[in-house]
Nanobody, 114 residues
Framework: VQLQACGGGLVQPGGSLRLSCAAS????????MNWYRQAPGNQRELVAT???????NYADSVKGRFSISRDNAKNTVALQMNSLKPEDTAVYYC?????????WGKGTLVTVSS
């Protein structure tokens, strides 16, 4: 199982980035997919979740600014991040849980700074 995240980078406050994660699994369409982030010195936190049917949930800190989506035909999940703030700076990870195990991508760094 592989999760490959990409799309991070340096962006100014107020800017946008789109992260994408590809999963090499045959059962992607039934998975609940998550995006987490971890800022330096902080614990990893759940940012957004999308279930198989497409319903999504967000951390309060990103509601109205971030949007999670999925493409089951391509086995990908995306995180559109708008109105970025310096406090959004973190390594972002895609994740799913299956058979009692957590599967993580390697993470992609997002830096919001002027």
């Amino acid at each position: 199982v592989q999760l490959q995240a990409c799309g991070g980078g340096l962006v100014q406050p107020g800017g946008s980035l789109r992260l994408s994660c590809a999963a090499s699994v045959s059962f992607f369409s039934i998975l609940t997919m998550n995006w987490y982030r971890q800022a330096p010195g902080n614990q990893r936190e759940l940012v957004a979740t999308i279930i198989a049917g497409g319903k999504s949930n967000y951390a309060d800190s990103v509601k109205g600014r971030f949007s999670i989506s999925r493409d089951n035909a391509k086995n990908t999940v995306a995180l559109q991040m708008n109105s970025l703030k310096p406090e959004d700076t973190a390594v972002y990870y895609c994740n799913f849980k299956a058979s009692g195990m957590d599967y993580w991508g390697k993470g992609t760094l997002v830096t919001v700074s002027s």
